[in-house]
């Protein structure tokens, strides 16, 4: 089974790319967080540094678009396969109130017949590969049977599901069920997505799912680095790895800023999801979260490291604050 990191905006930087693929199993793809191509077709210096080919050199990294213009996503195709990306992919997921209510994302499933005008102008015109990564739909479950006949029409490099509405945001029960019904219906490669989080969900999903293409892992692989490492039974990470992969995002991202205070907020978001794979009972993840300045952060980084043993899987400890 093939394994795919998922984009997570704030989060799945290539900083962070090139660090994971350093200490840990590499996954098939790295998919990266949206950009959104403007109306004056031009990228921004943060939407520049993320794609530069020579930050994501060795990976297979798949940019993604957020867009509901075929125009400004065929503009950004066309500069992104100059740069010599193979394969971009579309985002039809994102809930963010401020995203749907423009149509765009998880907000484009609620407006089928223009989605597939989009749809037939871009793969009419781009020369690159399309994926699309799509929620079952904007309200109900069973938007999907009519959204996945739109998507049959069309050359997709790779159709993958996050089987949830955008109503659910990233919260509720996942519809493993209506995931299971669609496989078999999509004349386009598919591949899974959601709430896999230990080494043995990750096999069950590849069991369960023996006909998808791949399993894209977010919040789970973010707690977890070594998560692909255990899926295909590899060993899990020890500290020294993990504190040498902490290190090295950490001062990427103070080179890069040019301040330790924002490379601390940003290494805050990956602890986030982090301390899930430390046996914590929530005191030392509460010390991080408020750790001030950077001098605190570094001395709750240090004893998380010394005080607490690791977890045999992470625990999924957003669960419990509904991110
Ligand atoms: C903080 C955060 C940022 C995200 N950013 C993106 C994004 O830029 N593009 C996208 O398609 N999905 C984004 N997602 C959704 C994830 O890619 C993924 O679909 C979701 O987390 C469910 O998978 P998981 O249960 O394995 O985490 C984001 C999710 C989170 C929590």
Not at 126 to 153: C, M, Q, W
Request: proline fraction near 4%; include cysteine.
């Amino acid at each position: 089974m093939r394994y795919y990191a998922a984009p997570m905006e704030g989060v799945t930087s290539y900083l962070y790319r090139k660090a994971h693929s350093r200490y840990f199993k590499k996954a098939d793809k790295y998919f990266m967080p949206f950009l959104s191509p403007s109306h004056d077709h031009i990228f921004t210096k943060k939407d520049l540094r993320e794609i530069a080919p020579e930050h994501n050199e060795g990976l297979n990294a798949v940019p993604q678009l957020l867009t509901r213009r075929a125009e400004d996503f065929l503009w950004a195709a066309g500069e992104l396969k100059k740069m010599g990306y193979r394969e971009v992919n579309l985002n039809l997921g994102c809930p963010s109130g401020t995203v749907t209510a423009k149509g765009k994302g998880a907000g484009f499933l609620g407006e089928p017949a223009e989605l597939d005008r989009f749809l037939e102008e871009i793969f009419a015109a781009a020369e690159v590969r399309i994926s699309v990564k799509t929620r079952l739909g904007l309200r109900e479950p069973e938007e999907f049977s009519h959204l996945l006949e739109i998507y049959n029409r069309y050359p997709i490099a790779e159709l993958t599901i996050h089987p949830r509405v955008r109503a659910d945001f990233y919260r509720n029960r996942i519809r493993t069920e209506a995931f299971e019904a669609a496989l078999p219906k999509s004349r386009n490669p598919v591949c899974y997505n959601g709430d896999l989080v230990t080494a043995a969900e990750c096999r069950a999903a590849e069991a369960r799912f023996q006909t998808a293409a791949g399993l894209m892992l977010g919040r789970g692989l973010i707690a977890d680095p070594a998560l692909i490492d255990k899926a295909g039974g590899g060993p899990g990470a020890d500290k020294d790895r993990l504190r040498a992969f902490h290190d090295e995002l950490y001062q990427g991202y103070c080179a890069a800023f040019g301040s330790s205070r924002n490379a601390m907020l940003r290494m805050k978001e990956i602890w986030f999801y982090l301390m899930g794979l430390f046996d914590d009972d929530g005191r030392y993840a509460k010390r991080l979260r408020k750790a001030g300045d950077v001098r605190e952060y570094e001395c709750q980084v240090a004893a998380v490291f010394r005080d607490l043993a690791l977890r045999a899987d992470a625990a999924a400890v957003w669960r419990k604050s509904d991110t």
